[in-house]
């Protein structure tokens, strides 16, 4: 591309630098619209609202509030749900530590009982 902008524009240098800096800027500009134009339709596919507050530093500060389409009863569900399993799950280690701890008692020559527990 240099060389053939080099042949066209042979004694005007400012015009060059102006060509060439606009072709490279221009072709950074089109690979980070091609990098984050998917992030972009994903954002807005998600039912999300930014907001951008500049601070007193100067630095601007970025909010982002997501909208469910699922109303607060369904969530509130799915959340009792999620805590029921998470019970569930809780019991069925605390018998496996049980288990454990009752296989390690039957072995001979077994190290004492561990001193630490996982504590969830």
Not at 65 to 87: M, N
Not at 88 to 113: F, H, M, Q, W
Request: aromatic share 6%; glycine share 4%.
């Amino acid at each position: 591309m240099g060389v053939a902008i080099t042949f066209i524009l042979p004694d005007n240098p400012p015009v060059k630098y102006g060509l060439v800096s606009s072709f490279i800027i221009g072709g950074t500009t089109f690979t980070a619209f091609l990098l984050f134009l998917p992030k972009l339709r994903r954002l807005r596919s998600l039912n999300v609202q930014v907001d951008v507050t500049p601070t007193e530093a100067g630095v601007s500060k970025i909010t982002v509030t997501a909208f469910s389409q699922r109303s607060a009863a369904v969530l509130a569900i799915e959340l009792k749900i999620c805590k029921d399993r998470l019970r569930e799950c809780e019991t069925k280690l605390e018998a496996k530590n049980i288990l454990i701890a009752e296989l390690e008692a039957r072995v001979p020559g077994a190290p004492p009982d561990r001193e630490e527990e996982w504590v969830p």
